[in-house]
């Protein structure tokens, strides 16, 4: 809060935040978290790394693709030996984690300026990492440096070069969230304006921690349309092959009906913006949410909002 002025894409990338616009929106639903901005990043490849880089985006037409893949190995191999990893990041996030619980796990979460931007999604293009607040500082230093690392990894560069993102002005900030245990359930919400300025909202949920996103093999999501208005099933177009988290199951019709009250707020909010600054595409939103099992009852939190353009 006290550094609210840095609360931008340019510092601590488009995850980060977009999830403070969340946490502001619906603080009842959202858990507290952190952001690094992208100085420790930049500070980080100093030396070593920066000269491989620079000197492989100069030459880059040269390289076939296997020679690009051992150069990009070997950039992300000097990023992880790095030593020019800030103390001040590690003291940092240990300053974080006296505020969660002992022993808590916690995500170290890939947060740049180009992923999850309506014009450039790219979902899935960086690594996150866990880590026990109970391991040491050379631990907590290998996975920050890990999440550094993805950054030349070679399906995000070639991500990055198909859609002619300048490589050099990207930066690597991290989203650190408590991590969810024992999940109840989890999913994904899409929005669309359809007709008249009406909201269609459409829900991809599973129970437990099987992920929506990326199915096992035969495992199938319930998919269903919510009415904008009443916050009921519309239409289903599939039930879960393992458990009901919404169709048929009576347990969760309050987090149906926060879900409902709480997407439309965000769709608003988030799509708003667009109209404010004079933007005349159609957006949408993309959200990522989890229901889990609090004193005995279930409690519904969301953890990633993201604008989409269509």
């Known amino acids: 809060k006290e550094n609210e002025k840095f609360i931008s894409t340019s510092y601590i990338g488009a995850k980060a935040a977009n999830y403070y616009l969340l ?34 985006l100069k030459d880059k037409t040269k390289f076939t693709k296997q020679e690009k893949a051992k150069v990009l190995e070997k950039i992300r191999v000097s990023i992880e030996k790095s030593n020019s990893l800030p103390v001040s990041i590690l003291t940092g996030i240990r300053k974080v984690l006296e505020k969660y619980p002992a022993k808590a796990r916690i995500r170290l979460r890939s947060s740049t300026n180009n992923e999850d931007l309506p014009e450039f999604n790219g979902a899935g293009l960086y690594e996150s990492k866990g880590f026990n607040s109970k391991d040491n500082d050379e631990k907590l230093k290998k ?10 990894s070679e399906r995000a560069f070639e991500e990055r070069e198909f859609f002619g993102i300048d490589h050099l002005k990207v930066g690597m900030s991290i989203l650190i969230q408590e991590a969810f245990q024992k999940e109840v359930a989890n999913g994904v919400i899409v929005t669309t304006l359809i007709g008249a300025g009406k909201v269609q909202i459409i829900v991809n949920s599973q129970s437990g921690e099987h992920s929506v996103t990326n199915p096992e093999e035969n495992i199938l999501s319930e998919s269903f349309l919510i009415n904008p208005e009443s916050g009921s ?4 177009y599939s039930e879960s092959s393992l458990s009901p988290v919404f169709i048929g199951n009576k347990a969760n019709e309050l987090q149906l009906k926060q879900l409902q009250e709480a997407t439309l707020k965000l769709h608003n909010q988030f799509t708003k913006q667009r109209v404010d600054a004079g933007d005349k595409n159609k957006y949408g939103i993309d959200i990522e949410f989890k229901i889990m099992h609090e004193k005995g009852k279930n409690k519904l939190y969301f953890k990633q909002v993201r604008l989409l353009k269509y």
């Open 23 to 56: 946490l502001q929106a619906i603080p009842e639903m959202t858990r507290p978290a952190y952001a690094i901005g992208f100085k420790g990043y930049f500070e980080t490849i100093k030396g070593e790394p920066d000269t491989l880089i620079q000197n492989f």
């Open 143 to 152: 996975k920050i440096l890990a999440v550094y690392s993805s950054l030349w």
């Open 233 to 236: 099933i519309e239409k289903t």
